[in-house]
């Protein structure tokens, strides 16, 4: 069967006598009516025509054939589907019109199983439906059910992820949770999709918490998702946060999933109520763990009510599909953490999801593997339902709907009929509502099955398996895992400078963690460019607080304070150790001098130096570390020129230069004196200077 994703259907069709299309392709589809499940003699066949040129193409006649033999394993519909192979008997014709460019035509005709040679025993049987095109016959396979009452029974559990698309942030923004919670939004098509069922709830609780951090700030149709999501009735359990890839953590050494151990960076005081945690709240009530906020009366949810996602199971793990190895399972059964919301109950085994396809031996929905609990689910009815969820128009999600049933038909080989099935829809981005809605409401009734819980299929008896399938995961991967932890442990030492290393820590690990998220599988190229990102991003933050290098120093004084400028980037104040060491004898320095660089910027520190020498040449080594002792930044080395000879030189200079200065003033005033002296005639006895006497006129006749 062509499971291809056609284009939406043209709005008018061409005449059927235009020229076939000399560029593009043709793909075909085939899909019976009932999903696949033929309740009667009489039943309807649909088929498509994709045209993917830019040009119109010719219509024609489509064949639909049966075979009257039926599929008896899955293996053999597995063949069917993939196959060129046309059905034996012909049932039935349609014409299908013209095909307009990058346009779909569809045709439905019925068939009447008594008119074309007699009804079918119950079974899986294979159809087919060819259609003459330029390139050549094309040739679309399904395959119908005729159902079986006696033997149908047992329950089937469908479980239906809720997830995000990827992120770098730790946590989804207020804008990002404003368009995946409104009413186009991923979130909200999940949601939707699952309300009114009984799907088993997949929760990654990241994104409840994402919502809960914001109190009161958060969009009001987050708020609602949330509200609607604990609303639910359906049995759940949680993820990893950020549904983070198991197989590669332990891959990567780790002896249990990682975990977030606080989120109080992401929440403010002012968005919480003085009531307590935000609305809508978790189903928790508030613990004694919660943390008092700064502002009075204000208590800020603790990270359990945070990462809450309603009453649920724990201890439930689900890797990637096709991830889970023999060693991971065993590891997830024997761990001593569950990386989950709330922790594993002592009382609850812990379960792990295992496609059916890595496993040997009487497999069933609960199984076990040396000991690992096991939920296994059927690898050929989840990756039909998969693609049925994605579809984008109907005869294609038909066919896949068809296919699943076909698979379910014809599970549990060797097993009881009454033991319940367990599928799974799996992770996927882009699913329509109505897509993904189909496809779940399929699946809860599977092969006539009637849909059963979380805690019905885990306490069903268990089978003896064994895991021989499983990929390890890509080794860039596991490097990328490395390379993360190494910084984040380096980023948690220099975390010291801060009065809660908490503001950098919790952040980083929930940035890891969904790094790691299963999303990033299908994107390896992107995957490795956020991974890039993050660690240049994580080098900048070490690198914000550093010594401002300085420039060569001259001591012209045999003691004088040096001062040096401490820079910090970060939106926060730190508190450090400058440490001074000399790399002569000679010099005698303060070797510490406590530094309080408040956030975003730089701090000037004074170090008392004293040179023993007049004159010489050294070097200071100068070390930042945090109060825990951490070096903070590299080593500076300053040149330091001691001239301290010049300090006498200039004393002696400013004695001789002043002296004569005095000197030089009492000779002025000496000869100041004397001048005004000699100027001046000598006053009479009495005191009184001599008067002038009055000329006399001569007598001009003497």
Known sequence: MALVVAAPVAGAAVAATEAPAESGRLTVAVSPSGNGVIGASVFSVTFSVTNTGDAPAAGGTVSVALTRSPLTTAAEVTAWLDSDARADTE???AAVTAVAARGTATSTTAIDLAATGGDLA??????????????????????IV???????GGGVAVVVPLTAPPTTTGLLTSDDLATLTAADGGLRIQLDAVTGTTAILAVDPAIVAAIRVLGTAAPASAQQWLSDLLALPNSRFALQFGDADLATQFAAGQGEPLSVSSLDPYMSARNFATTGTPLPASSESPSAS???????GRTLPSLSELLDIGATRTGVFWPATGSATAGLVSALATGTSTGTSSGTDESETPLTLVSSNTLTGAVGARADAEGAAILSYDADV?????????????????????????????????????????????RASGRSSTGLRAAITAATSLAGRT????SAVAAAPATAVTVTGGTAPDSARVDALHGLLDDETALSAFATVLSDPALLTAPERAKILQLLANVWLAVPDQF????????????????????????????????????????NDLPWPVTLT?????????LIVQKTAEVSAGSAQSTRVQVPVQARVGSGESTLDLQLRSTAGVPIGSEVRVAVTVRAEWESVGIVLMVVLIGAMLVLGLIRTVRKLRRRGTASPAEDEHGEAPQKEAPQKEDVDG
């Not at 993050?534 to 040096?562: C, Y």
């Not at 001074?580 to 000679?586: E, G, I, K, Q, S």
């Open 91 to 93: 049932v039935a014709t």
């Open 122 to 143: 119950p079974g899986v049987y294979p159809v087919s439906a060819a259609f003459p095109a330029a390139q050549g016959d094309l040739v679309a396979h399904t395959a």
């Open 146 to 152: 005729v159902p079986d009452d006696a033997s149908s």
């Open 290 to 296: 919660s943390t008092p906020s700064p502002a009075a």
């Open 382 to 426: 989840s990756a039909a339902l998969r693609t049925a969820s994605l579809a984008s128009d109907g005869v294609h999600q038909a066919a896949g709907l068809a296919a699943a049933s076909a698979y379910a038909s014809l599970a549990v080989q060797g097993a009881s009929a009454s033991a319940p099935l367990l599928v799974v829809i799996d």
């Open 451 to 454: 849909a059963i819980d979380l």
């Open 528 to 567: 490795a460019t956020a991974v890039s990102d993050h660690r240049d991003a994580t080098a900048k933050t070490m690198g914000a607080v550093a010594i401002v290098p300085p420039s060569d120093i001259t001591l012209l004084a045999s003691s004088a304070p040096l001062t040096f400028s401490v820079r």
């Open 578 to 586: 400058l440490s001074v060491n000399p790399n002569d004898p000679r």
